[in-house]
């Protein structure tokens, strides 16, 4: 194995990318010597500095309701399983830590673990659903599969979840939709799991927090800025060097900062009294909640009552997107080779939208589809963007109520004997 190998994609990339290892299990764990103070100097003189707590607080956008969040730590302190899961964009994946293991969602989990797990607290677990260059579109499409199908407590399902999409959805094409969605779709949870937002920033102050935070503000939900707690005090206390790792990313000591800003959000919310009632759910959206209960079609996961029909889509992309905190996304998909046939993709459902997620590459050998509805063209899009093989997703269209749709994906005219790889699709009945 190359130690060193520089993996958040196979493919190459036009962004620089943190060196990690390429097998996670090869990471050394805290126990291991995964010491952020001494990797990381910077740090421990922000941390011992009498202007850090200043940093923590102005981080702490909202509180939000307290409520579910005090019961999973009464549950935690008692034993029982629980796991705290994070989605969201590179970030969220690590892009910047020099390891894993140091980057912020990791580091959130190891202080809520050591700070209210019982015993060892090997009761509290992490899932990662963090992928590069996605927005919360294509997370609630993942959502189902990357964070609930990996979560091993008895009841399957997250307790807290973290929320990561402020430097992401600046194209969403459901104008927030989606991301609301997400957030209500996983607050709807069996389980009432808390949910915190979190709010990165770019090194040019870019975020999306204000147009975000009204969902939280809608129900009541945990917020935390990085631009409004540690952005402040680069170029003052830290060089913007020493924070971001590139013009996306914050290197170790940005992710331990933000980490610590979650942490001591989640501290203080759990020192405060508790909420009189639950969250209230039966509120107008902020923005919409359409894709609550989004229906999936991956290639090796769908209704039989759909009749799908591959057509020549019917290879497998081995260069899908591929990192540490989920592995292959997804190694199963619509490929489409260009060496075998020309038959068009086909599928039927009732639905009122249909999301359709794609490789997005830097390669002539892709080309262009045509997506029809009903015998009538309504997109092409084009594999072939400039990008570096992350998925990319579109909203093929959306209507007020659900109808019965015949879909037709194929290559356009002209490039028929080129490459294009439909990642997943989803809609809602």
């Known amino acids: 194995m190359e130690e060193n190998k520089k993996i958040v994609n196979e493919t190459e990339e036009t962004t620089s990318k943190p060196f990690v290892p390429e097998n996670p299990d090869m990471m050394p764990t805290d126990e291991e010597g995964a010491d952020t103070a001494t990797e990381c100097p910077e740090y421990a003189k922000a941390a011992a500095s009498d202007w850090y707590p200043t940093l923590l607080k102005n981080a702490q956008m909202r509180l939000g309701n307290n409520k579910r969040l005090k019961a999973v730590i009464k549950r935690a302190q008692a034993g029982e399983q629980i796991t ?56 609630l499409l993942r959502y189902q599969r990357d964070i609930v199908s990996r979560v091993t407590d008895e009841d399957g399902l997250p307790d807290i979840v973290l929320v990561e999409y402020a430097v992401n959805d600046g194209e969403e094409p459901t104008q927030h939709g989606c991301y609301e969605s997400l957030v209500k779709q996983i607050l709807q ?124 889509f019917d290879a497998d992309d081995e260069k899908s997107y591929r990192n540490i905190p989920i592995g292959i996304v997804y190694a199963k998909n619509f490929y489409h ?66 109808a019965k749709h015949k879909i037709e994906i194929k290559m356009a005219e002209g490039d028929e004997d080129k490459k294009f790889t439909v990642t997943c699709m989803g809609y809602t009945e």
């Open 84 to 139: 705290v899961a994070s989605i969201g964009g590179s970030i969220t994946e690590g892009a910047g830590a020099v390891r894993y293991n140091l980057c912020y969602a990791y580091q959130t989990y190891e202080s809520f673990k050591k700070a209210y797990g019982a015993g060892d607290g090997s009761n509290v677990r992490f899932v990662n659903a963090g992928v590069g260059g996605t927005p919360s579109t294509f997370g």
């Open 189 to 312: 949870q069996p389980n009432h799991p808390a949910v915190i937002l979190v709010f990165s920033v770019f090194p040019t102050g870019y975020t999306l927090q204000d147009e975000l935070s009204k969902v939280g503000e809608t129900y009541d939900l945990m917020m935390v800025s990085t631009k409004n707690g540690a952005f402040p005090f680069v170029g003052d206390k830290w060089t913007s060097e020493e924070f971001f790792f590139d013009i996306y990313h914050p290197t170790t000591l940005g992710h331990k900062v933000m980490a610590d800003c979650i942490f001591h959000t989640i501290q203080t919310a759990a020192e405060q009294p508790e909420a009189a009632s639950d969250i209230n759910l039966d509120v107008p959206a902020a923005y919409r909640t359409d894709y609550i209960g989004l229906k999936t079609i991956f290639k090796d996961s769908y209704e039989d009552k759909i009749n799908l029909s591959v057509g020549s």
């Open 337 to 402: 080779t260009g060496e075998n046939g020309n038959e068009s993709l086909t599928f039927e459902v009732s639905c009122k939208n249909f999301l359709l997620a794609y490789r997005s590459v830097t390669d002539a050998s892709y080309g262009k589809i045509d997506v029809c509805v009903d015998g009538r063209k309504v997109k092409t899009i084009n594999g072939n963007t400039g990008s570096w093989g992350q998925s990319v997703t579109d909203l093929i269209f959306a209507e007020d109520t659900a």
